[in-house]
């Protein structure tokens, strides 16, 4: 991705102290140019970098409970009803302010990468900036890394698209390895029964240890008893005296036995259930994601059986909104718009297109939503500024706005249909 202007030009602080004429010999030209340009020692604030450097910052240097905290603590409300991707959103816009809320994200982006920043300190020069990038890297410290670098005060334009470029790809390597996720499914399941069937003989076998243990204490007690009755007794029998201290001998060893055996089935038993919560949490995340991908796959079964693709055939209208007319989309990929608008039309609706700012203006979201009956937008292929854009509008015009999981015209065909389970009588939340 081609990208130009990641880095401001830093102001030099104003603490330092000013230069004063001197009336004896002055500085050679070449000190007065290496005055001129040694790099500023403040580091770049957040809000004088690049706006498209915001997004990448906020996902990848803060986790989502720091994010969501400091979006409570800025917009001054509980944000639990918030998705993480609407508090990533506010995140961003946020990173562009210059008040003490924008200042706030940025403190907690220096106290969380503190070590980082004290590690590029020693840079001076970006050739120096540029290997610890590499470094951290190397080391899988990309949060704090790509902070520290983008700002540093000796941080140029190359090394900023360097790191931008980075952290790109590896959001790409990420999303490529959640495609895996399904596949996983069914070993985890595997593995779940597998150790819930350790966790129940274990539990069987605490279980009988404790019994066990509790049946030894009993005799144990009795046999303490029958000790001190003995001890009472005038003429107490030396034969039998010696038989119950070895009893009890007997008794005290099998006792430790059976803790130690209790002591190792405890121990067996937490790890296999942090395996199984674990398993059960992996479990959930991956059937959310095959119900999603099944309710596309049914709206897309659905049109396939009524033969939609077929020339001047007439889309299942079961399965659309009622009173929707015309559709609003915002964002996506150009090649694929034209599907779409072919798939409203033979839907009876009129699809209005909008790419979020890449060529057509920002300025005409406000017109085409006013036109629109329902607005929608896919969440993987659509810029934060449109998003908030599309949701203002949408609540000034008491229009619903619909959030699609992807590009595909399975997840526009699903979100239609979710759609027409409820009448557009507000935002979509």
């Not at 996902?59 to 993480?84: F, Q």
Request: one cysteine or more.
């Amino acid at each position: 991705m081609a990208l130009s202007g990641l880095v401001r030009v830093q102001q030099r602080s104003t603490d330092e102290a000013p230069f004063v004429p001197s009336f004896g010999a002055g500085p050679s030209a070449e000190e007065l140019t290496a005055l001129l340009e040694a790099p500023a020692r403040r580091r770049t604030r957040l809000c004088d970098l690049s706006p498209n450097l915001h997004c990448s910052i906020v996902g990848t240097c803060l986790s989502t409970g720091e994010l969501r905290s400091i979006v409570a603590k800025a917009m001054g409300r509980d944000v639990k009803t918030l998705t993480d991707h609407e508090i990533h959103g506010e995140g961003v816009l946020l990173a562009q302010r210059r008040d003490p809320m924008g200042k706030l994200l940025h403190k907690a982006l220096d106290k969380r990468h503190q070590l980082a920043i004290n590690q590029f300190a020693r840079a001076t020069t970006a050739d120096a900036v540029a290997a610890l990038w590499a470094a951290a890297k190397r080391a899988g410290e990309i949060p704090g890394g790509y902070w520290a670098v983008l700002s540093h005060p000796a941080t140029t334009e190359a090394v900023a698209q360097a790191a931008f470029a980075d952290v790109h790809m590896l959001s790409h390597l990420v999303g490529a390895a959640n495609r895996a996720d399904i596949r996983r499914l069914a070993a985890l399941e595997q593995e779940r029964a597998a150790l819930e069937q350790r966790l129940e003989a274990a539990q069987s076998e605490l279980q009988t240890a404790r019994t066990t243990i509790r049946a030894l204490e009993t005799t144990l007690a009795e046999a303490a008893a029958g000790r001190a009755t003995k001890a009472t007794q005038a003429t107490p029998d030396a034969a039998e005296t010696g038989l119950l201290r070895q009893r009890i001998l007997e008794l005290e060893d099998r006792l430790r036995v059976e803790t130690a055996r209790r002591c190792r089935a405890e121990d067996l038993a937490g790890p296999i259930r942090q395996s199984e919560a674990a398993a059960e949490e992996a479990r959930k995340a991956a059937e959310d994601r095959a119900a999603a991908l099944a309710q596309e796959l049914a709206a897309l079964e659905a049109q396939w059986h009524s033969d939609a693709d077929a020339p001047g055939a007439q889309v299942e209208t079961r399965c659309l909104p009622v009173g929707v007319s015309t559709l609003l989309y915002v964002g996506g990929r150009p090649n694929q718009v034209h599907r779409l608008r072919d798939f409203a039309a033979r839907a009876g609706m009129t699809l209005l297109h909008h790419d979020g700012g890449f060529e057509d203006r920002p300025g005409l979201l406000a017109g085409l939503v006013s036109r629109a009956d329902v607005a929608c937008f896919p969440v993987d292929c659509v810029s934060h500024d449109a998003v908030a854009a599309v949701k203002r509008f949408c609540r000034q015009a008491a229009k619903p706005y619909l959030p699609l999981r992807s590009v595909g015209l399975g997840s526009f065909m699903a979100g239609l249909a979710r759609l027409a389970t409820r009448p557009p009588d507000g935002p979509e939340s």
